[in-house]
């Protein structure tokens, strides 16, 4: 995870999605699942959010397709921060909607307890670049590390196949086949740690003879 700024409302937000969604929470203010799948106005943002994010993940910080005609759990998805089962109020709140991969959406559920990454501190999460795993930086608070560890165990971070395309970019970044804008551009989580901690000096041959 790395910190995101927080875009503007789309141009038609307040028409297509707070307007309508204000008026059915009116009517319904507790919804059901299936209601909501009913009413779902937040995705008439979706490509919004998408380009705004520039279809960077907001969890795993790696880029996903907009969407596929195959059946996949690799695509993106609106995510309400704040779930909408535990915040009706909220579903429809331009501040509460993230772009997510949908497999970590439904990873993510109606658990609460996630950080925010409109709110954490760039460094709070580490990259061990032999294991390809993520783990809590020992910078954080005590408080802060129980979170950052219960976010990456709920999101499944370091679970297949995050873990798996995790591994192919690093092998293919330290084989010298992916060039660092490239790196920064699809995969910036990846491409911060590997500044922070001076990678192509300190790392790259130790990962060379890890990955393939």
Same mark, same amino acid.
């Given at each position: 995870?790395?910190?995101?700024?927080?875009?503007?409302?789309?141009?038609?937000?307040? #028409?297509?999605?707070?307007?309508?969604?204000?008026?059915? *929470?009116?009517?319904?203010?507790?919804?059901?699942?299936?209601?909501? =799948?009913?009413?779902?106005?937040? !995705?008439?943002?979706?490509?919004?959010?998408?380009?705004?994010?520039?279809?960077?993940?907001?969890?795993?910080?790696?880029?996903?397709?907009?969407?596929?005609?195959?059946?996949?759990?690799? +695509?993106? !998805?609106?995510?309400?921060?704040?779930?909408?089962? +535990?915040?009706?109020? *909220?579903?429809?709140?331009?501040?509460? #909607? =993230?772009? !997510?991969?949908?497999?970590?959406?439904?990873?993510?559920?109606?658990?609460?307890?996630?950080?925010?990454?409109? /709110?954490?501190?760039?460094?709070?999460?580490?990259?061990?670049?032999? !294991?390809?795993?993520?783990?809590?930086?020992?910078?954080?608070?005590?408080?802060? =590390? &129980?979170?950052?560890?219960?976010?990456? &165990?709920?999101?499944?971070?370091?679970?297949?196949?995050?873990?798996?395309? =995790?591994?192919?970019?690093?092998?293919? /970044?330290?084989?010298?086949?992916?060039?660092?804008?490239?790196?920064?551009?699809?995969?910036?989580?990846?491409?911060?740690?590997?500044?922070? &901690?001076?990678?192509?000096?300190?790392?790259?041959?130790?990962?060379?003879?890890?990955?393939?």
């Amino acid at each position: 995870m790395i910190r995101i700024a927080a875009v503007p409302p789309a141009p038609n937000y307040e #028409f297509s999605v707070r307007h309508p969604g204000s008026q059915f *929470l009116a009517l319904s203010p507790s919804p059901s699942s299936a209601q909501f =799948r009913q009413h779902n106005y937040w !995705s008439r943002i979706h490509q919004y959010l998408y380009d705004s994010y520039s279809g960077i993940c907001s969890y795993c910080a790696s880029w996903i397709p907009r969407a596929t005609h195959l059946a996949s759990d690799h +695509h993106s !998805s609106v995510d309400h921060f704040l779930p909408k089962s +535990h915040y009706p109020e *909220l579903a429809y709140q331009w501040t509460n #909607f =993230r772009i !997510s991969r949908k497999d970590i959406n439904e990873n993510k559920g109606d658990d609460c307890e996630i950080v925010d990454q409109f /709110y954490i501190e760039n460094g709070w999460f580490e990259l061990d670049f032999l !294991s390809c795993r993520i783990k809590a930086s020992p910078q954080a608070h005590p408080i802060l =590390r &129980q979170r950052i560890q219960h976010t990456i &165990q709920i999101l499944q971070l370091n679970e297949v196949p995050l873990i798996d395309e =995790r591994t192919q970019v690093i092998g293919n /970044y330290a084989h010298d086949r992916m060039p660092f804008a490239d790196l920064d551009r699809f995969y910036p989580f990846i491409a911060r740690e590997v500044a922070r &901690q001076n990678f192509d000096v300190t790392l790259k041959m130790d990962v060379r003879g890890v990955h393939p």
